[in-house]
């Protein structure tokens, strides 16, 4: 007997633009500087070249080189025509699209080049895939490297109908953290627009210009696990500033998820900050309305994909803002195996908790996107 399909919502997915996007759109003195990449004769190493900068680094290996090779990739990993289809076979109705060509946003160094190429890329994305289907929430992208660049092209994407935005876990190197005051302006345009901050782990910056490369902490035995793991922490951090520094207390209807780090650090986290705040009182500053674990409770949420601790989270720890996510079509998602993960994690779970993870707190975050049709 085959399974009944279990229909969910995602909070996590990707879409992989046109890799000549930024080069076919800007003006030649601006596409000079975006990321180019230029593979050596034996196939194993290339020079990456980005706003001045160049740096050697190995192509992978294994998987992760299947899925840069478009023959190996899920269908609709870069043609929305095609991802429809994808998502019904798998039983995802709709979805958080973040981008992949803005992963490179911390690498650049010139405010310009960024803040047109994002630019770029939203009019692009709201066009070609959030256009598409009122099933895609397509996240706008901003630059963390001018916050006046950020707030500006907030409160344009907001106009144009983008009901979230992408932000890395940490800015770009050379502008202050999300903790700083300075970051108030951008909180305030995103709670009056009522845009999602979306906030993707694995978006730390790397210097490039050393060699590093995203996700590359550890090296040597157990590196793989431990850099994986290492990725889930970042999106933690986003949370604490945002807590910590009053911005979430001053701004009570800003929404925050973070996608793909799991949902169990979140009553940690609420905890710990709550044992900080009460027991170092008298060094707390800035004072805050609310607790932090309210705070945490009401204005955040969390994506997961295969964790099956994540449902405790909700049942046993109280965190009802749970989010299932396929991370769609990424090697560590769930694509191709989409129902047997979701049976494996809701067959013996209340109906009630289950809803609430594969559709409630997403209709919760994006009202927009229609109800999934009863005959699905």
């Known amino acids: 007997m085959s399974m009944e399909k279990i229909w969910a919502n995602s909070g996590d997915s990707h879409f992989l633009e046109p890799e000549s996007l930024w080069r076919d759109n800007l ?18 190493w290339e020079s990456v070249h980005i706003d001045g900068m160049s740096f050697r680094r190995k192509i992978p290996t294994g998987r ?67 256009k598409y289907s009122p099933r895609m929430v397509t996240t706008a992208q901003v630059s963390t490297l001018d916050i006046g660049d950020a ?29 700083r005051d300075e970051w108030e302006p951008f909180w305030t345009a995103a709670e009056r627009a009522g845009i999602v901050v979306a906030f993707h782990i694995g978006t730390d910056p790397v210097d490039l210009s050393a060699g590093g490369s995203a996700g590359m902490v550890y090296r040597g035995p157990g590196g793989a696990v431990l850099n994986y793991t ?55 500053r800035p004072k805050l309305k609310r607790s932090p674990k309210e705070i945490i409770y009401s204005q955040v949420y969390a994506s997961f994909q295969h ?32 129902q047997e993960t979701l049976h494996g994690l809701f067959d013996e779970v209340d109906a009630a908790v289950r809803e609430r993870i594969t559709v409630g707190a997403f209709q919760e975050l994006f009202p927009q996107v229609p109800p999934l049709p009863v005959t699905a």
Do not use: C
């Not at 003195?29 to 004769?41: C, F, G, N, Q």
């Not at 994808?86 to 650049?108: A, K, N």
């Open 151 to 179: 707030v500006a092209e907030l409160e344009r994407v907001a106009e144009m109908g983008y009901r979230a935005v992408f932000m890395p876990t940490t800015p770009h190197p050379l502008q202050k953290d999300y903790n």
């Open 27 to 44: 003006p030649k003195r601006l596409s000079e500087l975006v990321p180019r990449a230029e593979k050596d004769a034996d196939g194993e």
């Open 230 to 284: 290492e990725t889930t922490f970042s999106g933690q951090r986003a949370v604490m500033k945002m807590v910590a520094s009053g911005a979430l207390d001053r701004h009570p209807g800003l929404r925050v998820l973070v996608s793909e780090g799991g949902a169990t650090w979140v009553p940690f986290v609420a905890d710990r900050m709550e044992e900080g705040y009460r027991q170092h009182q008298m060094a707390v």
């Open 64 to 130: 992760a080189r299947e899925f840069l090779d478009a023959s190996h990739r899920a269908p609709g990993a870069g043609d929305i025509a095609k991802r429809i289809p994808d998502l019904d076979q798998e039983g995802i109705w709709g979805e958080v699209v973040f981008p992949s060509l803005g992963m490179w946003s911390s690498s650049f160094r010139t405010p310009e080049v960024l803040r047109e190429a994002l630019r770029v890329s939203n009019d692009w994305a709201f066009e070609e895939i959030e």
């Open 307 to 338: 964790d099956e601790s994540a449902i405790a989270a909700m049942t046993a720890m109280g965190f009802n803002n749970v989010m299932w996510g396929s991370d769609y079509p990424h090697l560590e998602g769930t694509y191709g195996h989409t």
